[in-house]
Each structure stands twice: as C-alpha cells, then as structure tokens.
C-alpha cells in the first residue's frame, strides 16, 4: 500500500476567490508524490515532489508565494525527514531559492547537518543547482502592502508581534506539508513556509526544527502548520513520534496534539497532517479551515478540501 497526504495551511482561509486555485495546487501536488509512490519511488522523494508543487503554485504561503517579513524581504523555511533512516535535512531563513524543500533534501544527502540557515544556506543550495529565483518588487511589494494595510486598520501598529498574529489570524495561514507512506512501508515528511507575515527578519519557525514542525520514523510521519512559536514550544513531532510509539494511530494522535494546542494556547493556534505506518491518516486544526488532501492505493481519485 502507498499514501500521500497534503495540506495547504491551517487559518482563516477567508478569501474564497483563492479557494480553486488552492484546489488545483493541492491535487496537483497529491498527483506529484502519487505518481512517484506508485512506481515504486520513496515517500521521502513523493512528499519533495508533492512540496515543490506546492511551492511553485503562488497562491500558498511558501516558495513563489511567500509573505514577507516585517522589512517587506522574503524569507523561507523547510524540512524534510525520512523515517526510515531517521535522517534530516532543513533550511532557515534561506532567499532567493525557488524550492526550499529541495535545498532542505540536499542539506539530508549531502552533508553531515540536519539545519543550515541564511546566507550560507543560500549559497549552499544555488550551488547545489536549486534554481534561484528573485523575489522582485513586482511580486514583494503588493502583498507587502496589503499586510501592512491591513495591520494598521487594526491600530496595532508595531507593538507586538504576538498580538498582531491574534488579532489577525489569516496572516499566518497556509505553511505547506506532505506526509507519504511507500510501498516499502516507509515514511517520510517534508514542511515549507514563508513563515508569519510580518514576522521579524531572521525570525525560524517550526517547520525546518526537525521534532517540531516536521517529524518521520517507522511509526509514524508528521507536518505542522500555524503558529510556529507554539508548536516549538510543544516540540509536536517529537510528541507524535511519542504517541504513535505507545500504540495510537495517526487519526487519534492528530486529534490529540491539536488538543493540548488548543488547550495551551487557545484557538486559531495550528494544525498538523499525520500519517502512520498502517495508512491511518490524521488531519486535525483549531483554525477556521486548512486546506488538505489525501491520495492512497486504495482509492480511486484524490480527495481535495478547501479551506
Ligand atoms: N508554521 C509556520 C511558521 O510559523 O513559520
């Protein structure tokens, strides 16, 4: 048996004219790792693949359509995790580089680290051949413009982040993940963000922290999304690795750890996808809506939700 499972970020999701788009992206992406899982290829390639697409959409929060940061700059998260071999490999703060989640793959098979950050990761990964791409002020600056609208209707201006993420919610949806099972019977996961709006330059979140944001063993595979900080604090991959060791299924262990979010730091905290090693899925958020989808050898078409 193979499965793949996406998500396009848990949050508001209140701009329903974005809703087909973000339909097409997700099953584009389900399709990606589905056609690597079926030909026998590894989860840790299928949930890569299944990231780039999600990357290279626009209309997500991560690659071409990253938010900015507080400066109007873009900068970028990712990690990958392979079960099987409990190796990872994750960037932070990394510019100007199309696919994150392919310089986080090569951070896992070329070098002996699990994180490398900033300009150095960068440099890493152009010179590994991650296309480069430069986020121009055609792209940066409109959205940059449109945060910062929104942030001073709200006269909160500039006081603190923290508050600024409450108050507004639906700035920081829509991190991107996908967990996959192989015919091997492994796992494997992969997170990419352009992490929180307006978020402070050189701020890392918790998808490129490999026992937060992303995790993978032999029980299970996991790929958070929300508000970064909470779920660092929570370490939620290492929990899941956790749970799904003392015998609960990926469904029962989603389900948990977006309780003890809610329960530690309210609502509109996050979401995370799941999947273990007998192909129960787990999709669990305290947002308004994530968008997600699932793809396995059973079924006979991918199910798409959106928001
Ligand atoms: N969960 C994405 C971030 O906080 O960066």
Not at 4 to 24: C, D, L
Not at 144 to 161: H, Q, W
Request: with cysteine.
């Amino acid at each position: 048996m193979w499965c793949i499972v996406v998500h396009g970020g848990a949050g508001q999701w209140s701009e329903r004219e974005k809703f087909s788009s973000v339909e097409y992206a997700i099953l584009k992406s389900l399709k990606a790792g589905a056609s690597i899982l079926e030909s026998g290829g590894s989860a840790l390639d299928a949930v890569v693949n299944s990231v780039m697409v999600l990357e290279d959409s626009g209309v997500l929060n991560a690659g071409l359509g990253s938010y900015p940061n507080l400066v109007g700059e873009i900068e970028m998260d990712a990690g990958v995790m392979d079960g099987k071999s409990l190796r990872a490999g994750a960037v932070g703060c990394i510019r100007n580089v199309k696919n994150p989640v392919l310089a986080a793959k090569l951070v896992l098979e070329k070098t002996d680290h699990v994180l490398l950050v900033g300009e150095w990761a960068s440099k890493f990964a152009a010179s590994m051949g991650v296309p480069v791409f430069d986020f121009d002020r055609s792209i940066r600056l409109p959205k940059y413009m449109d945060l910062v609208r929104k942030f001073d209707e709200g006269n909160t201006r500039y006081k603190s982040n923290l508050k600024l993420y409450k108050q507004y919610p639906h700035l920081f949806h829509e991190t991107v993940g996908a967990v996959a099972l192989d015919c091997e019977g492994n796992l494997a996961s992969a997170t990419s963000t352009g992490g929180l709006a307006l978020k402070l330059p050189g701020r890392v979140g918790d998808s490129p922290l490999i026992g937060a944001g992303t995790y993978a063993d032999k029980n299970i595979a996991v790929s958070s999304t929300g508000v970064g900080e909470y779920i660092i604090l929570l370490g939620v991959g290492i929990r899941a690795s956790i749970y799904a060791e003392n015998g609960f299924t990926a469904k029962e262990v989603a389900e948990k750890l977006v309780q003890l979010l809610t329960l530690k730091f309210g609502e509109n905290s996050g979401g995370l996808i799941a999947l273990d090693k007998n192909g129960s899925i787990g999709i669990s958020y305290n947002t308004p809506g994530m968008a997600r989808g699932y793809f396995s050898s059973e079924m006979s078409e991918p199910t798409v939700m959106v928001p």
